[in-house]
């Protein structure tokens, strides 16, 4: 692989992660604090391959790489040829990748084959004002399992998640939870009572209004708790710009 070959693959790839952190589908990925980053990084990539096919093409350039090829190609006494790796073009394979196969956010998919990824606080502040407040899944999960629901009391929360199937055919809302990237995502569970709209389907985004609910299911993956919230209100909604929490 030549220098201009090479050029080509900074520019693709710069050129890739660039158009995924202005169009919001880094948010598939990553969080949303590390955008500022991979602007950075795409545009520090993408002058990178400027500059080098620039230099590569400059008059007076060429005519040196043109003589250093021909010698390159001469036999080395051996009846072999000198040639570059081609294992480098391996290199195309993610920009590919990224730009005409994007693989979507985790989902529901994800979230079945992942136990609930729940961490007690040492304490609980008091819930805000609003009716009913919005909490993340994290937080309406923590106070349900390690404070039993007293920080919570007869609150009406709402909160946004995707449902999925559960054990003792439960419904469920999840969201997947990430501290740098999707690879290290680890969903939150909440079970679901009450009444619920039927035709209900696998991996359809909810908003969710209820209260505290003392019961708890065992998530069949680690067996850690999984806590119940009594559904008064569901709202079906699109699939959220931002879908995990963090």
């Not at 003392?214 to 998530?219: A, I, T, V």
Request: a negative charge.
């Amino acid at each position: 692989m030549n220098k201009q070959a090479q050029a080509v693959i900074l520019l693709l790839i710069g050129g890739a992660v660039l158009r995924a952190s202005l169009t919001g589908q880094y948010l598939n990925y990553v969080k949303p604090g590390l955008q500022p980053y991979l602007v950075a990084a795409g545009v520090l990539l993408l002058l990178a391959g400027v500059f080098t096919l620039w230099y590569e093409l400059r008059p007076g350039q060429r005519h040196e790489h043109d003589q250093a090829h021909d010698q390159s190609q001469e036999d080395d006494g051996h009846g072999h040829a000198h040639g570059g790796p081609k294992v480098a073009w391996l290199l195309l394979a993610p920009v590919l990748g990224l730009l005409l196969f994007a693989p979507p956010a985790l989902g529901s998919y994800a979230a079945g084959r992942s136990g609930s990824a729940v961490t007690a606080r040492s304490e609980y502040a008091p819930l805000p004002a609003g009716d009913p407040v919005r909490l993340t899944m994290l937080d309406y999960a923590s106070r349900a399992i390690f404070d039993r629901g007293a920080s919570l009391g007869e609150r009406r929360v709402e909160l946004t998640g995707f449902a999925m199937r559960g054990p003792e055919d439960s419904w469920l809302l999840a969201r997947m939870m990430v501290s740098c990237c999707a690879a290290d995502a680890r969903p939150v569970k909440v079970a679901l009572g009450g009444e619920l709209p039927e035709g209900l389907a696998d991996q359809q985004w909810l908003r969710i209004t209820g209260k505290y609910s003392g019961r708890e299911l065992q998530d069949q993956v680690n067996g850690e708790a999984i806590p119940f919230i009594e559904v008064s209100e569901v709202t079906l909604i699109p699939v959220p710009q931002e879908q995990y929490e963090s």
